[in-house]
């Protein structure tokens, strides 16, 4: 089973960047599709962005509208964690950020959250205007 764990969360103006990372233990990150998913105050948990397991040459990445072109997923399998690059950030990027884990190898990522069995506790990321 593995194990998640958030980072990287704060406070930022709109305008700036953070970067996440999502920190595995108890398995290689490496074996998983990871996806990143976010709860706004009031809001359903939302799909963010997602990266396939390393076993897809070059890997597959997919990104929700809202974020495409200011956020990018990646890995570093040798750290064993997964990071969510964030630049441009908006007031209504303010949530909570969980990551998630995703063990099946089917091809490319999904965006469902029934689709992942492991998830973090989170990382609160404030946008302030």
């Known amino acids: 089973q593995v194990q998640l764990v958030e980072s990287g969360g704060g406070l930022v103006q709109a305008g700036g960047s953070l970067r996440l990372s999502c920190a595995a233990s108890g398995r290689a990150l490496s074996n998983y599709t990871v996806g990143w998913f976010r709860q706004a105050p009031g809001k359903e948990r939302e799909f963010v962005a997602a990266?396939?397991?390393?076993?897809?040459?070059?890997?597959?990445?997919d990104a929700a509208d809202p974020v495409k072109g200011r956020f990018t997923i990646s890995r570093e399998n040798a750290k064993n964690t997964v990071y969510l690059q964030m630049n441009s950030l908006k007031p209504e990027d303010t949530a909570i950020y969980y990551c998630?884990?995703?063990?099946?190898?089917?091809?490319?990522?999904?965006?469902?959250?029934?689709?992942?069995?492991?998830w973090g506790q989170g990382t609160q990321v404030t946008v302030s205007s």
């Open positions: 990266i396939s397991w390393s076993g897809w040459s070059g890997g597959v990445v």
């Open positions: 998630a884990a995703d063990a099946s190898r089917v091809f490319g990522v999904r965006r469902t959250q029934g689709a992942y069995e492991y």
